[in-house]
T-cell receptor, first 114, second 113 residues
Framework: DAGVIQSPRHEVTEMGQEVTLRCKPISGHNSLFWYRQTMMRGLELLIYFNNNVPIDDSGMPEDRFSAKMPNASFSTLKIQPSEPRDSAVYFC??????FGYGYTFGSGTRLTVV | AQSVTQLGSHVSVSEGALVLLRCNYSSSVPPYLFWYVQYPNQGLQLLLKYTSAATLVKGINGFEAEFKKSETSFHLTKPSAHMSDAAEYFCAVGLYGNNRLAFGKGTQVVVIP
């Protein structure tokens, strides 16, 4: 199994541009989570999906952020327009029942907005 | 709702010395408990987990943790620190039937040669 795959690994963009981060969960996992990690705020849950349906998006910071999961093998996190304060490492994680197995994390996307 | 508290955001330990990272949880029902490790520029990796079987759990790289219900704790230990243990460690708690994990704020471990 290739694990949770995120792309790109690094993204540098100018303020105001649209950014799209991608995630491919492990096959058979029915839950997907998007996290953001910064030095100041630590690890923050942005949104999570069960069976491709968004369950809780209360962690999404602003309307500039949106996430989709069109099918069981793909999810995107979009920021439009991007701002310097969005600079962070964004992680995707997936899991499957029974829940006791925990999450498997991707390697993350390091986003820098200049 | 469940939550975890990690005592100490930074821990320095000498190479060869005991590593002890503290985690206390809050949960109204028996929880699932996890420790994750994050090496620089990498994602979080599962180190070990407690899922209501043995209270002493052994993980990868010589780490182990003990679930103590009376103390609501799940501290992580390793008898002898190695330079490669330098990383950030996260404790997390979940509940059966609820697939959301609550993560602690993390503890950065520095190993001194």
């Amino acid at each position: 199994d290739a694990g949770v795959i995120q792309s790109p690994r690094h993204e540098v963009t100018e303020m105001g541009q649209e950014v799209t981060l991608r995630c491919k969960p492990i096959s058979g996992h029915n839950s997907l989570f998007w996290y953001r990690q910064t030095m100041m705020r630590g690890l923050e849950l942005l949104i999570y999906f069960n069976n491709n349906v968004p369950i809780d998006d209360s962690g999404m910071p602003e309307d500039r952020f949106s996430a989709k999961m069109p099918n069981a093998s793909f999810s995107t996190l979009k920021i439009q327009p991007s701002e310097p304060r969005d600079s962070a490492v964004y992680f995707c994680a997936s899991s499957f029942p029974p829940f006791g197995y925990g999450y498997t994390f991707g390697s993350g996307t390091r986003l820098t907005v200049v | 709702a469940q939550s975890v508290t990690q005592l100490g955001s930074h821990v320095s330990v000498s190479e060869g010395a005991l590593v002890l990272l503290r985690c206390n949880y809050s949960s109204s029902v028996p929880p699932y408990l996890f420790w994750y490790v994050q090496y620089p520029n990498q994602g979080l990796q599962l180190l070990l987990k407690y899922t209501s079987a043995a209270t002493l759990v052994k993980g990868i790289n010589g780490f182990e943790a003990e679930f103590k219900k009376s103390e609501t704790s799940f501290h992580l230990t390793k008898p002898s620190a190695h330079m490669s243990d330098a990383a950030e460690y996260f404790c997390a708690v979940g509940l059966y039937g609820n697939n959301r994990l609550a993560f602690g704020k993390g503890t950065q471990v520095v190993v001194i040669p």
